[in-house]
């Protein structure tokens, strides 16, 4: 089974530097997407960014990219000037990419159990 | 196009109470997904169902039940409710046409079971 890991509860960043939340996975497949989720008081659940693991290339939204390292099976999520909307808990998530029994994608989406990110003004 | 939409935001139940939670996409996805959220925990999954009339089981089904009779619609069932079950609720859907098939969440409901 796949697990996926936030070793970092809690992170703090400057209003308008960096920072870099850590994700790691366990997995025996070649064929699987990467997520990363906010979610902000709230409580939606807003997708940030995503990444297939068939592409070398690492994704960016705007101030948000990936550093994904297929090998090592990490997959940070880098924040750039950072803003006081950033705060929020940030989850990484797995899905693989075989078909379900079904023929459709699927279904099984595996979370971390986030990091709380703090943007100190 | 209001996404994924969920009622109620906020229930306190009493022990051996039901009810059902709602939930309603109006993106035309064939898959949908309920979700709980226990505190300093990641998402886990109750039910799951990728098109009406086909329903199954997640991680935590227990204590649950579903039924998808039409694209739009997901209601989840809480029958006998127990203080287990104080967490909060997310249903979500997606395309279910693979690739990497986002999912998209609702607001969540904040149920607590006393």
């Not at chain 2, 939409?5 to 039901?18: H, N």
């Not at chain 2, 959220?37 to 098109?51: A, R, T």
């Amino acid at each position: 089974a796949q697990t996926v890991t936030q070793s970092q509860p809690e992170m703090s960043v400057q209003e308008a530097e960096t920072v870099t939340l850590s994700c790691t996975y366990d997995t025996s497949e070649s064929d699987y997407y990467l997520f990363w989720y906010k979610q902000p008081p709230s409580r939606q659940m807003i997708l940030v960014i995503r990444q297939e693991a068939y592409k070398q290339q690492n994704a960016t939204e705007n101030r948000f990219s990936v550093n994904f390292q297929k090998a090592a099976k990490s997959f940070s999520l880098k924040i750039s000037d950072s803003q006081l909307g950033d705060a929020a808990m940030y989850f990484c998530a797995y899905r693989s990419g075989g078909r379900s029994n079904s023929g459709g994608s699927n279904y099984k989406l595996t979370f971390g159990k986030g990091t709380l990110l703090t943007v100190n003004p | 196009n209001a996404g994924v939409t969920q009622t109620p935001k906020f229930r306190i139940l009493k022990i051996g109470q039901s009810m059902t939670l709602q939930c309603t996409q109006d993106m035309n996805h064939n898959y949908m997904y309920w979700y709980r959220q226990d505190p300093g925990m990641g998402l886990k999954l109750i039910y799951y169902s990728v098109g009406a009339g086909i329903t199954d089981k997640g991680e935590v089904p227990n204590g649950y039940n579903v039924s998808r009779s039409t694209t739009e619609d997901f209601p989840l069932r809480l029958e006998l409710a127990a203080p287990s079950q104080t967490s909060v609720y997310f249903c979500a859907s997606s395309y279910g046409r693979g690739g990497p098939d986002t999912q998209y969440f609702g607001p969540g409901t904040r149920l607590t079971v006393l």
